[in-house]
């Protein structure tokens, strides 16, 4: 069965304190790996995409990074900003328009 | 690029009244708009998948006549929540697909009263 499992679902940091979260998945024919940013009362925002295994990403202080059977979204030094639910999803199968999303784990990066 | 806006961003209705809720692709043309629920501190949840120019695909428990789907065109889908009810009080976002990426409309927070 086709599945994405986010951990851990919460995450508390101080200001500074790099980490990372992980988007664990098992899909049959990986055809991309999303990851977005939540906040409260709002829509998800696009982060990154990544297609294949060894890729990487950057933005600001995020970097998601893609295996064959994970993705990580590491934190450098994070900032209160920061804060929100991080979102990851997948598209897989023949069906393009298939995505498989995870449940989100929620940071909160403390002053 | 890649801009999603969705109208109303709030609504509060009387119970037993329809409400529409419309979601645009404002810089590109979407094929695929997918619309989900969500709920207080919980995940995205998957109502249906809209194609433009045929019938939406909906998610098994999500009652068609319920939430009627009209994709129109390249840039406009609208969600119709018919006789509305206190349960069907929620968040719904809509996503618009381009070069295989979802992007999120901000959200439309439902409130039946």
């Known amino acids: 069965e086709d599945q994405v499992t986010q951990s851990p679902e919460a995450l508390r940091l101080q200001e500074g304190e790099s980490s990372s979260l992980n988007c664990s998945y098992t899909?049959?024919?990986?055809?991309?790996l999303f990851w977005y940013r939540q906040d409260p009362g709002k829509g998800p925002e696009f982060l990154f995409t990544?297609?294949?295994a060894g890729e990487e990403k950057e933005k600001e202080r995020l970097k998601a990074t893609l295996t064959k059977k994970e993705s990580f979204l590491h934190i450098t030094a994070p900032k209160p900003e920061d804060s929100a639910t991080y979102l990851c999803?997948?598209?897989?199968?023949?069906?393009?328009?298939?995505?498989?999303f995870g449940s989100g784990t929620k940071l909160n990066v403390k002053p | 690029g890649a801009v999603v806006s969705q109208h109303p961003s709030w609504v509060i209705c009387k119970s037993g009244t329809s409400v529409k809720i419309e979601c645009r692709s404002l810089?590109?043309?979407?094929?695929?708009m997918f619309w989900y629920r969500q709920f207080p501190k919980q995940s995205l949840m998957l109502m249906a998948t809209?194609?433009?120019?045929?019938?939406?695909?909906?998610e098994q428990g999500v009652e068609k006549d319920k939430f009627l789907i009209n994709h129109a065109s390249l840039t406009l889908s609208t969600l119709t929540v018919t006789s509305a009810h206190p349960e069907d009080s929620s968040f719904y976002i809509c996503?618009?697909?381009?070069?295989?990426?979802?992007?999120f409309g901000p959200g439309t927070r439902l409130l039946v009263l």
């Open positions: 999803a997948v598209q897989a199968g023949e069906n393009f328009n298939k995505f498989y």
């Open positions: 996503s618009a697909v381009r070069a295989e990426t979802q992007y």
């Open positions: 990544l297609y294949s």
């Open positions: 809209s194609n433009e120019g045929s019938k939406a695909t909906y």
């Open positions: 899909v049959s024919g990986l055809r991309g």
């Open positions: 810089d590109f043309q979407a094929t695929t």
